[in-house]
T-cell receptor, first 112, second 116 residues
Framework: NAGVMQNPRHLVRRRGQEARLRCSPM?????VYWYRQLPEEGLKFMVY????????ESGMPKERFSAEFPKEGPSILRIQQVVRGDSAAYFC??????????FGPGTRLTVT | QQQVKQSPQSLIVQKGGISIINCAYE??????FPWYQQFPGKGPALLIA?????SEKKEGRFTISFNKSAKQFSLHIMDSQPGDSATYFC???????????????FGKGTLLTVNP
């Protein structure tokens, strides 16, 4: 059973561009969480999704950030008009029930 | 407001020694407490988790001790090995009554170095 997959692993964007991060959960998992990790910091919750539904987006900035988890295909975290402060590692985690969360390898976003 | 406080920030242990990392939480609604291990450039890996109805859980060399009244829990790594050198994060989540939202609140991490 393959683990959680994320791509790209590294992403470089210039200020003002869009960043699109993908997450394929483990087989059979219908719960997806996104977290952001800043240098020397722990992980911070951003958004929780189930198939076709955003359940909790309380940790996500209201502007420029959006997330989706369509019926088919990976979950997408989209950041529009990136700024330097968006540089971070973004992790998704999937879960069969919501509780036990298994993390992907992350996407390291660098904004120049 | 930091809801989960983790200490120490860094820890150096000799091979074969015991590594102890502590966490304290504020929200009494938390009912699930996992520990994650993260190597540089990798995602966090779930190590072990506990619920507040037990005071201790052991898996191999890893043990969680839980003190509900003090709102504290700790990770003990017995017979620490150089391969255990990593960053360790404690976390907490609460059951969402009638739902399945178990978003994790993380501590800031402990960088463990095990010297050979």
């Amino acid at each position: 059973n393959a683990g959680v997959m994320q791509n790209p692993r590294h992403l470089v964007r210039r200020r003002g561009q869009e960043a699109r991060l993908r997450c394929s959960p483990m087989k059979g998992h219908s719960h997806v969480y996104w977290y952001r990790q800043l240098p020397e910091e722990g992980l911070k919750f951003m958004v929780y999704l189930q198939k076709e539904n955003i359940i909790d987006e309380s940790g996500m900035p209201k502007e420029r950030f959006s997330a989706e988890f369509p019926k088919e295909g990976p979950s997408i975290l989209r950041i529009q008009q990136v700024v330097r402060g968006d540089s971070a590692a973004y992790f998704c985690a999937s879960s069969p029930t919501g509780h036990e969360q298994y993390f992907g390898p992350g996407t390291r976003l660098t904004v120049t | 407001q930091q809801q989960v406080k983790q200490s120490p920030q860094s820890l150096i242990v000799q091979k074969g020694g015991i590594s102890i990392i502590n966490c304290a939480y504020e929200n009494t609604a938390f009912d699930y407490f996992p520990w994650y291990q993260q190597f540089p450039g990798k995602g966090p890996a779930l190590l072990i988790a506990i619920r507040p109805d037990v005071s201790e859980k052991k898996e191999g060399r890893f043990t969680i001790s839980f003190n509900k009244s003090a709102k504290q829990f700790s990770l003990h790594i017995m017979d620490s090995q150089p391969g255990d050198s990593a960053t360790y994060f404690c976390a907490a989540s609460r059951g969402n009554s009638g739902g399945s939202n178990y978003k994790l609140t993380f501590g800031k991490g402990t960088l463990l170095t095990v010297n050979p």
